[in-house]
């Protein structure tokens, strides 16, 4: 049996999205900047799918610029915000995706002041440290709407009204970004509501194809450049458009505006349930937090996660130790130590994530595959401490 429980890494692209794509990989080849009828007709394709998107966060069309995908649209975001400002100070948590993190440090390289707000155990920043961040210099402030890793959802709304009283106050050069790239798709999302002034999406992560995304800029906000060229996407962001993608983006946003997630969200809190009872001292992450319905952070105490995560692709059953982004990398999820836990329980812990796609058959699978295959790499575990002559506490 095949289980892919690795939905916040990617999702399958839906079959809707591929047939709407496919005439423009062929007869429909023309260039959405041209003025003869090939293209205008793939113009009038990517207006379809800028009406779509602008839909699935309740903003305006000409407020949404296609680009690749969520890391440009972090890149420009916060580089485009920051270098077109006069204030040097950005405001971000510790727990971001690596985009916005990187992002940030490198704008330090560049002479930019940058606070890293802590999160509480649950992985939710406090709105009062956002309120006590803010300086005369500040510019940006950028918080990810749902964590990558853990699902936990942002107080994005409530952070919104502190940044439109400071604006009140004085503060009328400050921007909000969010980094929503797990949430679209996933929750309905109302950029009014959330009161920020821009916002990351990426097509693949609800259904759509990989290499497309977009970013919400609400009327009146400037950006620096990042990319020189055409005067594309209203003089954004340059470059010939990717037809066939921004229409498998536009499909996929239509498609989750519809969309239920009530099921998947009692797959999932059936499915910790079902990890507590079968398997002893394991940890449910940020459980306590409002999370994204189909996103399950958990702890397996005493094994080595990597281990857990052979184990399962072994019988088929695809899971994460974290962001896809940052595989490779031998460092501890900083999410998770930022959280608090100690270093061993960050390397013992696994990420899975459901799609409209996954069933209780599948999870029932990875469920008996899980009781089988911890409780044997504990035992091992704790016979290799014995051979080293660990005292009980220092195994693991």
Known sequence: MKVYLDNAATTALDREAIQAMLPYFSEEMGNAQS????????????????????????????????LSGGTEADNLAIRGAALGASGRHIITTRIEHPAVLATCQSLERDGFRV????????????????????ESDTSLISIMHANNETGALQPIEEIGRVIAQSRASG??????????????????IDVDRLGVDLLSISAHKFHGPKGVGALYVRKGVRLAKLLYGGHHERD????????????????????????????????????ESEVSARVPDVKINAVAAERLPNISNITFRRIDGEAL???LDLRGIAASTGSACS???????????????????????????????????????TLRAIGEIVPHLRLVSEEDGIEMGLPVESRS
Do not use: C
């Open 35 to 66: 003025v003869h009828s090939f293209g205008r007709r793939a113009k009038a394709a990517v207006e379809q799918a800028r009406r779509q998107v602008a839909s699935l966060i309740n903003s305006d069309p000409t407020e949404i610029i296609f």
């Open 115 to 134: 606070t890293y707000l802590q999160v509480d155990e649950d992985g939710r920043v406090k709105v009062e440290s956002v309120r006590d961040a803010i």
């Open 171 to 188: 503060f009328e050069h400050l921007r909000f970004h969010t980094d929503a790239v797990q949430s679209v798709g996933k929750m309905a």
């Open 236 to 271: 954004r962001r340059p470059g010939t458009e990717n037809v066939a993608g921004i229409v498998g983006l536009g499909k996929a946003a239509e498609l989750a505006r519809v969309e239920d997630m009530t099921r998947v969200r009692a797959l999932r809190d059936w499915f």
């Open 309 to 311: 995560l052979i184990a």
């Open 327 to 365: 595989s490779g990398s031998v460092e501890p999820s900083h999410v998770l130590t930022a959280m608090g836990l100690s270093r061993k329980d960050v390397l013992a812990s696994l990420r899975f994530s459901l799609s409209r796609e996954t069933t209780r058959e599948e999870l029932d699978y």
